[in-house]
């Protein structure tokens, strides 16, 4: 069973850092054509894709994180993470670690997908 686990999030002071990272379980990313990414949910709000990342390590970003957000993977591929920098008050939500699995295109909406695993999430609270 495919199953990913966030961790990292906790509360910053605006301007500062913090770096996500989810662990997935139950298959080999270098096994599938994939699509992973972060997604944030702030309450009110509706869902946001923040980075995706594919299996040949093409990236995007949301144009609200660009510049601040980086996505990236270990190199065992069992690990993906998202180092925030220059954290914002508008930053606040709840982070999701997003997997689709078999896909040869990749962008948020992928992420997004009701077909694709998620975690449990992690808060992050930017605060002045």
């Known amino acids: 069973q495919v199953q990913l686990v966030e961790s990292g999030g906790g509360s910053v002071l605006v301007g500062g850092s913090l770096r996500l990272s989810c662990v997935a379980s139950?298959?080999?990313?270098?096994?599938?054509?994939?699509?992973a990414g972060w997604f944030r949910q702030a309450p009110g709000k509706e869902r946001e894709a923040v980075a995706t990342l594919n299996e040949d390590g093409e990236k995007t970003y949301a144009d609200s994180v660009k510049g601040r957000f980086t996505i990236s993977q270990d190199n065992a591929d069992s690990t993906v993470f998202l180092q925030m920098n220059s954290l914002k008050s508008e930053d606040t939500a709840m982070y999701y670690c997003a997997a689709y699995i078999g896909t040869r295109q990749c962008s948020g909406g992928y992420i997004l997908s009701p077909l694709a695993y998620r975690g449990q999430g992690t808060q992050v609270t930017v605060s002045s």
């Open positions: 139950g298959f080999t990313w270098r096994n599938y054509k994939y699509c």
